[in-house]
């Protein structure tokens, strides 16, 4: 029997890309208030890049329904309205408004959306496709059904479809268009880190969904319950040959026992659970690890266009992060000579930005709480990160 997985984690341009196998496509069709202008999506391309320039060897067969013989039934990517919350089911095989083929191959379509939210919430992902998780469907007579389950979602491979990313539109944010360099004296919470930590979530980085359900296939195979830790090879040797320790929710790292000198860039990686302002995160090595832990192939080094491929990002802000690789396709004015008038950004960017960690909501309370209205959100215990 079928079952819906969810996960709410946290804390688009539409685009092609020639240099990636992967392309991460972002879809504003629920951006009704025009928030994404030009500089929001120069930074959401840019972040795309992160994942994208590492992906060359990476293929998603298609997942539209249409392309296998014999499925008579619909498919859904199920995920929150990125605007007001409500149930999002987006048929698989649909075009949206802004012309995206739903499952199209080697595409991650993220449909993005911004909402105010109370407390320190900054942005938030949601996202899965129907899985019959933990049921084999070798046989199946649903070609459609079999390839999702045994191959996108097998016990050795995660190959995500897609999702949700809602931004809160209440937070003091830091749009920088140069990302060679960083200001850290904004007092203001840096969208390029959100994004990139949110993409992780909707690339595979999550546990959990419903009645009990411990995550995707690939997940659980390398998740110690008992003691929360990433037990994944290619994570643990990422992280000098010890397991990684997880947070409580399991779709983070744990910040408080995580030990940045374990790692190669002796630096936090992006999936921890707090942001705060005046702090760049970008995606690490250990980031990609876990990734490669769950099935995806990723290059050693960045492949593309870029000019800045191997520009090493260093961090000497008081939250000293060490350092990282953070690849950039294109600068802003080559970007936009590219990208005319692909968003007016009327958008009013309000509210303080406190030097305080950032919460998310995870799993079904977190979802119930944001159905139930955002002015909830709040009151979310579960601690992750760029909510």
Known sequence: MFR???????LIYTASSSYAAIDIVFDYTYDTVNW????QRYILDQ??????SRLGGESFASANPADYAG?????????????????????????????????????????????AASGSTNAWASGQFLSTHGVDNTSSSDKFKEYLDNVRDSNTNYDTIGGTISVNSSRAWYFDTDLTDYDYSTGKMDFYSTMVHEIGHLMGFRKGGISGDAGTDAWVQNFNTGNNTWTGAQGM????????????????????????SHTSCNCHPSMDPYSSVNQRSPWTETDFAVL?????????????????????FTDTSLQARGT?????????????AANPDSGSGGFVTTGSAAPEPA??????????????GRKNLGKIKTLLRIA
């Open 292 to 312: 490669k832990d769950i099935g995806y192939i990723v290059s050693a080094s960045p492949s593309g266009p870029g000019s800045n491929n191997a520009n090493t």
């Open 237 to 260: 040797a990422a992280y000098g040959g010890n397991p990684i320790p997880m947070d409580s929710g399991g779709s983070h790292f744990d910040y408080n026992d995580f030990n940045q």
């Open 47 to 52: 972040a795309a890049y992160a994942f994208e």
């Open 359 to 372: 919460y998310i909501f995870t799993l079904m309370g977190g979802l119930l709480a944001f159905l139930g």
């Open 4 to 10: 819906r997985i969810w996960f709410i984690c946290g």
């Open 324 to 336: 990282s690789p953070l690849p950039v396709r294109e600068d802003y004015a080559t970007w936009i």
């Open 71 to 115: 499925v008579t039934s619909n498919y859904y990517l199920y995920a929150s309205n990125p605007t007001d919350g409500s149930s999002l089911s987006i048929q698989l095989g649909s075009t949206t408004a802004e012309g995206n083929l739903v499952g199209a191959a080697d595409t991650v379509t993220i449909f993005m959306g911004v909402g």
């Open 36 to 39: 994404f202008g030009n500089e």
